[in-house]
């Protein structure tokens, strides 16, 4: 029998941003338990709980500052067991964030690590003495700035990936795994379905924690080839399947940036006994120059279909995909790859269209589903992400001008996704009564559920079809992926076959109309249109075509079957 996450459809909720219950304009768990209908009526399966522990909230949850208490500002844990309890009953499932590379430094074993350096949760942590004056190694934290923080009690430095907030768990440590494990088994027997494993891949350092060679100009340098797939990484999560996971059926996704396909088969090779999927970030990379991700560039079409049929390919026999265009830490989509403007609803539909067609595990991001757009803000002051503020301050001092920071910002700053949920077209977009933790987006009046679930040709209705067709085509689910007109600089095309039934996909990525020839072999003329956003011309199934701007269609058909 198929694990039930392979025909699963997963929705994210960011809680903070999510539905507001007592007006304190922070979203909390009786805000997520009033919209569990909202959700049931999408069609989804299972929801992936953003973090809602204890935490100083240095990194919006990120940063746990007690694994088995949830976040005051969020609830209560019998808030908590009640949502579960409410998801189990109807028919959904749950699966929590698991945030283990790092803690919080108001985590009680941090805070004991610091005490000295016989403390029994020293080792807990990885602490470096200085070479003379500078950092044990020249690391870039991921946020900015040096990967290391001088403790002036014991003299030493902590390694921070992150925040320094953020300091990293020490996993050679066999006393720390353990605990970890333990936890995980208490959540696990709580009843939650699984876990979404946060940066997962960097838990296994490379032992002597070089230097990392510093490009032109740079300060720091990456490191992250000393700490991404590290040595012991497999053992490790080998280990965690084995201590915390087994017994429980449940799914688990690994955050991963920088996998490879090769190293993902072995992530996710049933055989192997790790995780089920990965979330790689390849595909996310490709709008942004050698500098990194606030280097604008503009996505080339080619790239990213080679960049998706590879891990459609490579994760074909063994392993599974998970399919995403959006999350917590991403920009919107419709504003990044489509047209958030004239074309918003037919962009935003066939980028669903492209991504929902492909073999794997679906990821539906909060307000994805009505098509929420990037925020405009106009002030530094309006942001609330560490990442983009601590960005903005080093940008500034290398001299940057403030109009090509803010263009950055309005392209990729994770707050374009944290922005409240819009429900209505009321104050606060009927989020909260409240003043908001962060604006909300001035486009509300126009983009909420309240009018999405009205009109019946908006893109919340066509996410509900694309998930219906998933749960009904076990073609969509199974069947085998082959990229089509691969050279073709509009049109990104592909198949799936799965014995006598085929699917023939077809989006035009841009705002122009455009000709396609179908190669041979692939033909349309006993092929029914399953779903599609392009109402100007939704026959004509000759192979010769003409795809209006962002057009999505799907055909269907099934050997010894013709159309009528």
């Not at 925040?163 to 088994?185: A, G, T, V």
């Not at 838990?203 to 990392?212: A, E, M, T």
């Not at 689910?477 to 799965?498: K, Q």
Request: charged share 25%; hydrophobic share 30%.
């Amino acid at each position: 029998m198929e694990p039930w996450w392979k025909n699963s459809v997963v929705y994210q909720i960011y809680p903070r941003s999510f539905m507001d219950s007592n007006n304190d304009g922070i979203g909390d768990l009786q805000g997520v338990k009033s919209k569990l209908n909202y959700l049931k009526q999408l069609g989804i399966d299972v929801i992936w709980l953003s973090p809602v522990y204890d935490s100083p909230n240095d990194d919006n949850g990120y940063d746990i500052r007690d694994y088995q208490q949830i976040m005051d500002e969020f609830g209560t844990m019998d808030d908590w067991d009640q949502l579960l309890k409410e998801v189990h009953d109807m028919g959904m499932k749950l699966i929590m964030d698991l945030v283990v590379n790092h803690s919080s430094d108001e985590h009680v074993w941090f805070t004991q690590s610091k005490q000295s350096k016989d403390n029994h949760y020293r080792d807990y942590y990885i602490w470096r003495d200085g070479k003379g004056l500078k950092e044990p190694n020249n690391w870039r934290s991921n946020f900015g700035g040096s990967a290391w923080k001088l403790d002036e009690q014991t003299d030493q430095y902590y390694l921070h990936l992150f925040s320094e907030k953020q300091p990293d768990l020490n996993w050679e440590n066999r006393n720390l795994r353990h605990d970890i494990y333990q936890m995980m088994r208490w959540w696990l027997n709580k009843g939650i379905d699984g876990f979404r494993m946060d940066v997962i891949n960097f838990i296994s350092k490379v032992d002597d924690l070089p230097d990392d060679e510093l490009k032109p100009g740079q300060t720091y340098a990456s490191g992250s080839k000393y700490y991404r797939n590290g040595p012991k990484i497999h053992e490790f999560l080998q280990e965690m399947n084995k201590e915390a996971l087994a017994g429980f059926d449940v799914m688990t996704v690994g955050e991963m940036p920088g996998v490879q396909p090769e190293q993902a088969q072995l992530y996710t090779d049933p055989s192997r006994t790790e995780l089920n999927m990965v979330f790689q970030f390849e595909h996310m990379g490709l709008d942004q120059g050698p500098n990194g991700k606030w280097e604008l560039s503009p996505l080339k079409l080619r790239d990213l279909k080679r960049s998706l049929s590879k891990w459609q390919y490579a994760l074909e026999e063994k392993g599974w995909n998970s399919l995403y265009f959006n999350n917590h830490d991403q920009p919107r989509s419709v504003s990044r790859f489509g047209d958030d403007g004239v074309c918003r609803i037919k962009s935003a539909k066939m980028l669903a269209t492209l991504l929902h067609m492909m073999k794997g595990t679906p990821y539906v991001y909060q307000g994805e589903e009505i098509g929420m757009t990037n925020v405009p803000f106009t002030s530094i002051n309006q942001y609330r992400d560490i990442e983009t503020l601590n960005i903005y301050k080093e940008l500034r001092a290398d001299g940057k001008s403030e109009e090509d920071i803010f263009k950055s910002l309005h392209a990729k700053s994770r707050d374009n996704a944290r922005t409240p949920m819009q429900w209505s077209d009321q104050e606060q977009a009927g989020f909260t009564n409240g003043v908001p933790w962060i604006d909300v987006n001035p486009n509300y009046k126009e983009i909420n559920v309240q009018k999405a679930i009205a009109d019946p040709h908006s893109i919340y209705h066509y996410y509900r079809k694309l998930i219906e067709l998933r749960k009904s085509y076990d073609v969509i689910v199974n069947g085998t992926y082959e990229l089509i007109l691969e050279d073709d600089p509009n049109v990104f095309a592909y198949t799936r076959t799965l014995e006598d039934e085929q699917l023939i996909v077809l989006c035009n990525f841009y705002g122009k109309k455009t000709s396609v020839s179908l190669p041979e072999g692939v033909q349309l003329s006993e092929a029914t249109l399953l779903v599609g956003n392009d109402e100007e011309n939704e026959i004509g199934l000759e192979n010769e075509l003409v795809l209006s701007p962002y057009a999505a269609r799907v055909y269907y058909k099934k050997e010894g079957v013709t159309n009528e």
